[in-house]
C-alpha cells in the first residue's frame, strides 16, 4: 500500500529570526600617529586636555560626532554586506545595510554562527548614490584593489542583534585605509544627503608620506584621492567629499576660470595646479579661496553640530596643526600680515570663507541651521568671474547671493558677515 514511512529523525534544528549590525572599530590606539581616543581618527576638533585614565592625557576630539565613544556605536551606513551560513550559502545580501549599519530581520536556518563580509560600497537606493572605495597603489602595482572582505565567524545571539566589529586598523590588514576613509564619506553621504544620483568614487592612493588629497572628475565620475595619512583624517576626506557635493557635482562643467586664478602667489608668478599650495589661511585668489571654503564649511557642517555658533576644522591630532574654528579669522583681516597687509582685491583665504558662511547659519536673521542653503549658494553664483587683483569677482558672488537667497533681510545679514570676515574685496 501507498504510505508514508515516517521515521525518526534528528530534532530539526529551530530556524529563528536574526538580525546583524555592523559597526566599525576605532578603539585601536596602537598606532602611533595618534595616540588616544578614537585611533587613527582623534584628529577632529582636539581642543582641550582631557584625562582618559592610566596617566595619559589627551586632547578632546571636540566635535560631536566621534568625540569620547567606545569603539563600536559607529555603523557602516548603507555598506554592502552578506551573511552566510559556515558551508557558505547566503543567508543575507548582498544588500546595503540600513542607517544604522544593520540588516532587516533574516531566516538564520538554525544557524549558530555566520560568516560575515562586506564591501567598501555605500548605496543608498532612494537618492541614487553609490560611494564606492578602491585601494591603490599605482607605485608599486598597476591595479586598484576592490574585493570583498571577510569580517570573521561570529556566534550569532539567540535573540536580539549580532554586533559585528569590522577593523580599522590599517597596520594589520592595508586594505582597512580603505575602510577608514569609506567610514568618514558614508558617514558624510548619510548626515547631509546632498549629492543624489551620482557614483563617487573614493581613492586610496597608496600610503607614500606625502600627504594630499584632490576631487575630480575622472572618466566621467566623481572622484576623491587621498595619499599618505590623508584617508586616515576625517575632517580632510569630508572635505574632499565636500569638493563633489558642493562643486563638482552640482555643476557639471565645472568654471574653467577657478583653476586659472586657483593659487595667488604674493611673492611672484602664481602657482600652477596641482603643484599649487594652498592652506586654510593663505592668501589666494577669491575663487579658489571660496572654493575650498565651502568644502571645508562642508567638512564643518558633517562633524559639527549645526546649531553652534563655533564650529571646529581639525586635520591633524597634533597641537597646533591646523586647527581651525569658525570663529578664527587670519591674521590681519584676510591676509597673513607677513606676506600681504592687507589683502588686497581680488584676494582672500579659506578661513575667512568657511567662517563667514558658518556665521551665516548662526546669525539672528541668516538662514539657521540649514547647511543645505549655505552649500547650494556655490552653485547658484557660477559661473565666476576670475579677473586676478580685481573686485569683479565679489561684484558678481554678491550679486548672486542676493538672487540666490530672494530675501533682503538674508542678503544684508550675508553681506554684513562677508565685510566682517573680509571676504567681500
Ligand atoms: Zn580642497
Known sequence: MLGVAVVAVATPVEASAARVCLRFDFTDESTPMSPGIGGRYDDASPVELMDIGGGTVVRDAGEEFGRNVPGDPWPLQRWLARMEAIDGGALWGWRPLDANGCTDEFDDRGASSIHVRYLPWGVWDTQQTQVIGYDCDLDTTPECQFQPRFAGQFLLEPSGDTNVLVSGNELTNPLDRVNLMMWAATFAQERLPLLPNQDVYMVNQGNESATSAVSYFAGGNLSAEFRGPSYARKFVVAHEFGHLVTALGP???????????????????????????????????????????????????????????????????????????????????????????????????????????????????????????????????????????????????????????????????????????????
Not at 402 to 425: E, H, K, S
Open 251 to 425: 555643476i557639471p562643467q565645472i568654471d574653467p576660470g577657478m583653476s586659472a586664478d586657483y593659487c595667488f602667489n604674493p611673492a611672484g608668478p602664481d602657482f600652477v595646479p596641482p603643484a599649487c599650495q594652498h592652506t586654510l589661511d593663505s592668501p589666494e585668489y577669491s575663487s579658489a579661496a571660496m572654493v575650498e571654503g565651502f568644502a571645508n564649511f562642508f567638512a564643518m557642517a558633517v562633524w559639527n553640530d549645526w546649531g553652534k555658533s563655533v564650529a571646529t576644522y581639525n586635520t591633524n591630532v597634533v597641537q597646533g596643526d591646523w586647527d581651525f574654528t569658525s570663529q578664527q579669522r587670519a591674521v590681519d583681516a584676510a591676509c597673513m600680515a607677513s606676506i600681504m597687509t592687507p589683502c588686497g582685491s581680488g584676494i582672500t583665504n579659506e578661513s575667512d570663507w568657511h567662517g563667514a558662511l558658518w556665521a551665516l547659519m548662526n546669525s539672528p536673521g541668516g538662514v539657521g541651521p540649514d547647511p543645505a542653503t549655505v552649500v547650494g549658494l556655490l552653485a547658484a553664483a557660477d559661473p565666476w568671474v576670475v579677473t586676478g587683483q580685481t573686485p569683479a569677482f565679489w561684484t558678481n558672488f554678491s550679486a548672486d547671493a542676493a538672487a540666490y537667497f530672494g530675501d533682503p533681510g538674508v542678503t544684508i545679514v550675508f553681506l554684513g558677515l562677508a565685510n566682517a570676515w573680509g571676504i567681500d574685496r
